[in-house]
């Protein structure tokens, strides 16, 4: 049973400030690594994807990976009202599994106040 | 980034009837698609892997004979709930992965079965 587990928050945090969601996993062997935001009544938007150790930045968004402990993180920094959703962390086994086919935590949701 | 197209947006039915949704891909040809069902305030659950030209593999617990997949071309698949019920309920998405591991979701289909 390959597991993805998350705090299902909420987390909130004001406006500027920098958001900290958490994801760990089971599956040792896992490859690919993917944040994926999603607004509430739409279907997730992939906004990061990490696959080896260390921290990946792009814009405002950092990811945070460390396989040893089977963790991944990702932080908002400078969050903005508009962050507001629901992210989900996801995570490809690999292992021969078809590509594509991701475990989904069940998502952090995030509020960011004015 | 891929489009990948999921009609409809919404659904209401009534009990006993059977709903079609199409999930497309618009810009790249998916020889693999996935669909999930997601409840409110859960994650994302893999209900089956549709292959172009074969079978579709589903999830142990998914029954295959209420919901019925196609995946006739490359650029289309389809699920149909048959004889739904008030259970069927859901969010249902597809997805689609162009490049690697990076999975594109359709818009989502709510369905509400009275």
């Known amino acids: 049973q390959k597991e993805v587990e998350q705090n299902s928050g909420p987390l909130s945090v004001p406006e500027g400030a920098i958001a900290s969601l958490n994801c760990t996993y089971s599956?040792?062997?896992?490859?690919?690594f993917f944040w994926y935001r999603q607004y509430s009544g739409k279907s997730p938007e992939l906004i990061m994807s990490i696959y080896s150790n260390g921290d990946k930045e792009d814009g405002r968004f950092t990811a945070q990976l460390n396989k040893a402990s089977q963790y991944v993180s990702l932080l908002i920094r400078d969050s903005q009202p508009s962050d507001s959703a629901t992210y989900l962390c996801?995570?490809?086994?690999?292992?021969?599994?078809?590509?594509?086919?991701?475990?989904f935590g069940r998502g952090t949701q995030l509020t960011v106040w004015p | 980034g891929a489009v990948v197209s999921q009609h409809p947006s919404w659904v209401i039915c009534k009990s006993g009837t059977s709903v079609k949704i199409e999930c497309r891909s618009l810009?790249?040809?998916?020889?693999?698609m996935f669909w999930y069902r997601q409840f409110p305030k859960q994650s994302l659950m893999l209900m089956a892997t549709s292959n172009e030209g074969s079978k579709a593999t589903y999830e142990q617990g998914v029954e295959k004979d209420k919901f019925l997949i196609n995946h006739a071309s490359l650029t289309l698949s389809t699920l149909t709930v048959t004889s739904a019920h008030p259970e069927d309920s859901s969010f249902y998405i597809c997805?689609?992965?162009?490049?690697?591991?990076?999975?594109?979701f359709g818009s989502g289909t709510q369905l509400s079965v009275l």
């Open positions: 997805s689609a992965s162009e490049v690697g591991e990076k999975l594109f």
């Open positions: 996801a995570v490809y086994p690999g292992g021969g599994s078809t590509l594509g086919r991701l475990y």
């Open positions: 599956d040792r062997g896992s490859q690919s």
């Open positions: 810009d790249f040809q998916a020889t693999t």
